[in-house]
């Protein structure tokens, strides 16, 4: 593999997805902390979701998460979450940081490549 390409396998990414419950959202942020998907999954409780649905307006309480890994586990993870998500259709979404603490990232990097 090219430096390159293993550079951009290896770049921060922050998955996120919403969860209808706190007993859902950390038995997933556990098993991806677990399987070494996620070094850290934060979970931020009351986020109020409000969309169409099979054409009815609805509106939710949710709790969304959001996992800190690298582009290397994008495939895994947003398989395993869409595996294991309750709804029919769950946000699985990705953003690369522009910007982040190099021991941050680094931390970030050997916990997902660990084989704890």
Not at 8 to 34: C, F, I
Not at 53 to 66: A, I, R, T
Request: hydrophobic share 40%; glycine share 4%; charged share 20%.
């Amino acid at each position: 593999m090219s430096e390159n390409l293993s550079a951009k396998n290896n770049q921060l990414l922050v998955v996120v997805t919403s969860l209808p419950s706190m007993e859902s959202a950390k038995g997933l942020a556990r098993a991806l902390v677990d399987g070494n998907m996620a070094a850290c999954v934060q979970l931020m409780e009351g986020v109020q979701s409000i969309y169409r649905w099979d054409g009815k307006l609805c509106e939710d309480s949710e709790v969304l998460l959001s996992a800190k890994t690298t582009t290397s586990k994008w495939s895994e993870i947003s398989r395993f979450i869409q595996d294991r998500h309750p709804y029919d259709l769950p946000e699985i979404i990705a953003f690369l940081p522009e910007q982040y603490a190099q021991q941050y990232g680094d931390w970030v990097r050997a916990e997902v490549n660990s084989k704890s």
